[in-house]
């Protein structure tokens, strides 16, 4: 029998993950994960080269006739309808600029030009991979975060992110938005946390674990995650009102430091009369892998056309 299969594709700043997932049971099939460093500098034939190799390793691993396509997760900016690549001026896949994505892995994977590439937001793919089958999948209305790297969000109604409209900020997403003098990027990232450590002590840290780590006997690493939960709380609170949010999930590396920073956070989000209920994801990457392979399902590919190209 025929399975309804479809892959799912999560591009990061330095690696592709993708495995094959059952659109009928909303499931990663984990037997099929497959992961590839990235060197994102390379040249584009390179970078191809890698996820292609990735995505064939998960085709291998199941009949090609149950699968429906390809989904990817893909960093902006990117031209979510036509799969062409837009980044440049930024330290990552310049050299993709330009190219249409889809021609080329479906051209490296050597099958047929029928075969399906589609495409989403990173952020967006995360938040309707936990409105499909996450945390949020009970509700109607969410906002999902990423905190890591960079300060990921996406906004979904009935399974569909919102990305214009009063209820929501210009792109459907708040990290371009003003904050403490920067944007919000700069203040909900692993850049904040090691910059603000380095300026309170000194010292050189790697990462927002190791900070977490401290923090059991450093007060300043303690005061790090309080200003941080306060911040997020404060910066959060009048979008989550707004678009009158059931839930807010958040992912990313920090997100597993919640402990640290997760009263704070909450106590902010009830002062400032914000009642959404806050959940942990516990899909964690695979809602990302999830939310691409979505756009399989025939009729969510319908109703996030609107979507694509404002994303």
Same mark, same amino acid.
């Given at each position: 029998?025929?399975?309804?299969?479809?892959?799912?594709?999560?591009?990061?700043?330095?690696?592709?993950?993708?495995?094959?997932?059952?659109?009928?049971?909303?499931?990663?099939?984990?037997?099929?994960?497959?992961?590839?460093?990235?060197?994102?500098?390379?040249?584009?034939?390179?970078?191809?080269?890698? @996820? *292609?190799?990735?995505?064939?390793? &998960?085709?291998?691993?199941? #009949?090609?006739?149950?699968?429906? +396509?390809? =989904?990817? /997760?893909?960093?902006?900016?990117?031209?979510?309808?036509?799969?062409?690549?837009?980044?440049?001026?930024?330290?990552?896949?310049?050299?993709?600029?330009?190219?249409?994505?889809?021609?080329?892995?479906?051209?490296?994977?050597?099958?047929?030009?029928?075969?399906?590439?589609?495409?989403?937001?990173?952020?967006?793919?995360?938040?309707?991979?936990?409105? @499909? *089958?996450?945390?949020?999948?009970? &509700?109607?209305?969410?906002? #999902?975060?990423?905190?890591?790297? +960079?300060? =990921?969000? /996406?906004?979904?109604?009935?399974?569909?992110?919102?990305?214009?409209?009063?209820?929501?900020?210009?792109?459907?997403?708040?990290?371009?938005?003003?904050?403490?003098?920067?944007?919000?990027?700069?203040?909900?990232?692993?850049?904040?946390?090691?910059?603000?450590?380095?300026?309170?002590?000194?010292?050189?840290?790697?990462?927002?674990?190791?900070?977490?780590?401290?923090?059991?006997?450093?007060? &300043?690493?303690?005061?790090?995650?309080?200003?941080?939960?306060?911040?997020? =709380?404060?910066?959060?609170?009048?979008?989550?009102?707004?678009?009158?949010?059931?839930?807010?999930?958040?992912?990313?590396?920090?997100?597993?430091?919640?402990?640290?920073?997760?009263?704070?956070?909450?106590?902010?989000?009830?002062?400032?009369?914000?009642?959404?209920?806050?959940?942990?994801?516990?899909?964690?990457?695979?809602?990302?892998?999830?939310?691409?392979?979505?756009?399989?399902?025939?009729?969510?590919?319908?109703?996030?056309?609107?979507?694509?190209?404002?994303?």
């Amino acid at each position: 029998m025929i399975r309804n299969i479809a892959i799912g594709a999560d591009i990061g700043g330095s690696h592709i993950s993708c495995a094959a997932v059952d659109l009928n049971a909303g499931k990663v099939l984990r037997d099929t994960f497959s992961e590839r460093a990235v060197n994102n500098q390379a040249q584009a034939v390179e970078i191809i080269s890698v @996820w *292609a190799s990735c995505l064939a390793d &998960v085709l291998n691993k199941i #009949s090609f006739n149950d699968v429906k +396509g390809i =989904g990817f /997760a893909m960093p902006g900016p990117f031209d979510y309808v036509n799969g062409i690549c837009l980044i440049r001026g930024v330290a990552k896949y310049e050299n993709l600029y330009g190219f249409n994505i889809a021609d080329a892995i479906v051209s490296s994977l050597e099958v047929e030009e029928s075969f399906k590439a589609r495409f989403m937001n990173d952020a967006s793919s995360f938040a309707v991979g936990e409105a @499909w *089958a996450g945390k949020a999948s009970k &509700v109607n209305r969410s906002m #999902s975060i990423t905190l890591g790297t +960079g300060f =990921g969000s /996406a906004f979904i109604k009935d399974r569909i992110p919102v990305v214009d409209g009063h209820e929501v900020p210009k792109l459907g997403c708040v990290y371009h938005l003003p904050f403490n003098g920067a944007i919000a990027d700069e203040s909900f990232s692993t850049r904040w946390f090691i910059g603000s450590y380095k300026k309170a002590t000194g010292k050189d840290v790697q990462g927002v674990k190791e900070i977490a780590d401290l923090a059991t006997r450093d007060k &300043v690493a303690q005061g790090l995650f309080t200003e941080f939960g306060d911040n997020l =709380g404060i910066f959060l609170s009048p979008w989550l009102k707004k678009f009158q949010a059931e839930m807010l999930v958040i992912g990313g590396n920090i997100s597993y430091a919640y402990n640290l920073f997760g009263k704070v956070f909450e106590a902010r989000l009830a002062k400032e009369k914000c009642y959404c209920k806050v959940e942990i994801s516990n899909l964690k990457e695979d809602a990302a892998l999830l939310g691409s392979a979505y756009l399989f399902d025939n009729n969510f590919w319908k109703a996030v056309q609107h979507a694509l190209p404002l994303m």
